[in-house]
């Protein structure tokens, strides 16, 4: 007899990418900016260091969810932080979900989704996106009964972007749309959570992370903007002090800057214009990226003997591999690093061949 919930002992869990310890690696497979995070962020610790850490973090974020409404030009009350975007994809879950219940996400998509639902013992559905990475036809019948729908926009590992109307017709009738944009600062041209102002605004959750746009990945935070209905639900079941000193300190300084984030933005952005233009040279495929990543594939199909060789030099990529209905769908996905980083991928893949 097992000691594990029934839904823990059949999952398989989620995986996240390689994080090699030791020095040398070219890291280009979680996505991590390639950039430091703004100056004001080291000031903002240091102070913080100097401080009271024996007394708890403010349990509401009362600073952070100020500036950020600034940001997102809506009320403090719209705003939820958490520690990563992934612990509001769970409180999302914990809110919303109850088991047998269906949740739903696109597919190929991040695959957290899945596990977050297996472990709240509720049934997942992926709705198969085209060889395109368009909907389906039959995406917004397959959405309509969802209790949550996951969308990523960008997705990932794709890196494209779906247009609002195009998301507005998956609405589910009974529950709400989470609209995953952690990579949203990358897109050619971002908007500050559109969707949320339309007439069904009030069903809609978007959530943000402080990991990629703003060179934060190492302090865990992310945030929701929705109806104060659904951020006041939501407040019920996160835990009491989810974020900590330090990591509000940052994240609220990083916001503040955001001559920094845009000049990082717009130099990833270029770079990945120039990358996507020489693998293209080199026979791959690629879609156009709207992050900080671009999916390669190549006709060979040869993918994974790629990821293989790339990594027997030290150059960390990610390769994904999708059942799919029919068959499997694979490729690999490279972040777009520092322009000398993408050089010594470009010069490998020519030698790999």
């Known amino acids: 007899m097992s000691l594990f919930r029934s839904q823990v002992q059949q999952m398989a869990g989620y995986t996240p990418g390689e994080q090699p310890q030791e020095p040398g690696w070219v890291k280009l497979n979680t996505n991590e900016n390639a950039y430091p995070p703004s100056p004001l962020v080291l000031e903002a610790v240091q102070q913080v260091l100097t401080g009271r850490l024996n007394v708890y973090p403010d349990p509401l974020a009362t600073e952070f ?24 994809l769970t409180i999302l879950m914990r809110t919303f979900v109850d088991p047998n219940e269906i949740v739903s996400a696109p597919y190929p998509s991040y695959t957290l989704y899945e596990t977050l639902a297996e472990i709240q013992g509720a ?3 992926n709705i198969q996106l085209n060889s395109n990475w368009s909907w389906p036809a039959n995406a917004s019948e397959k959405a309509a009964k969802s209790k949550i729908l996951f969308v990523p926009n960008p997705n990932a590992p794709s890196g494209n972007r779906w247009q609002d109307s195009e998301i507005l017709e998956l609405i589910p009738s009974q529950g709400v749309l989470v609209l995953d944009e952690a990579y949203g600062d990358f897109c050619d041209s971002p908007h500050q959570c559109e969707l949320l102002k339309s007439n069904s605004g009030d069903k809609i959750v978007v959530t943000r992370t402080l990991s990629k746009s703003y060179s934060l990945a190492g302090i865990r ?12 639900g939501m407040r019920k079941v996160k835990d009491s002090y989810n974020c900590n000193t330090l990591s509000l300190a940052a994240a609220t300084a990083a916001l503040k800057d955001q001559k920094w984030m845009q000049a990082n933005t717009d130099q990833i952005r270029a770079s990945r214009t120039h990358f996507i233009s020489e693998v293209r040279g080199l026979g791959f495929e690629t879609v156009e990226s709207q992050t900080n990543f671009v999916w390669c594939t190549h006709p060979d199909g040869e993918h994974e003997r790629r990821y293989q060789e790339l990594k027997q030099r030290k150059i960390l990529v990610r390769y994904m591999k999708f059942p799919l209905q029919e068959g499997t769908r694979d490729g690999l996905r490279i972040t777009v690093g520092t322009n000398d980083e993408l050089q010594q991928v470009i010069d490998a893949l020519r030698e790999i061949g």
């Not at 935070?221 to 006041?232: E, S």
């Open 123 to 125: 049934q997942f559905q």
């Open 221 to 232: 935070f992310g945030f929701a903007v929705a109806h104060p209905d659904l951020i006041k």
């Open 65 to 88: 969810r100020e500036v950020a409404s600034e940001l997102f030009h809506v009320d403090a009350d719209w705003i939820l932080p958490g520690n990563g975007s992934d612990e509001i």
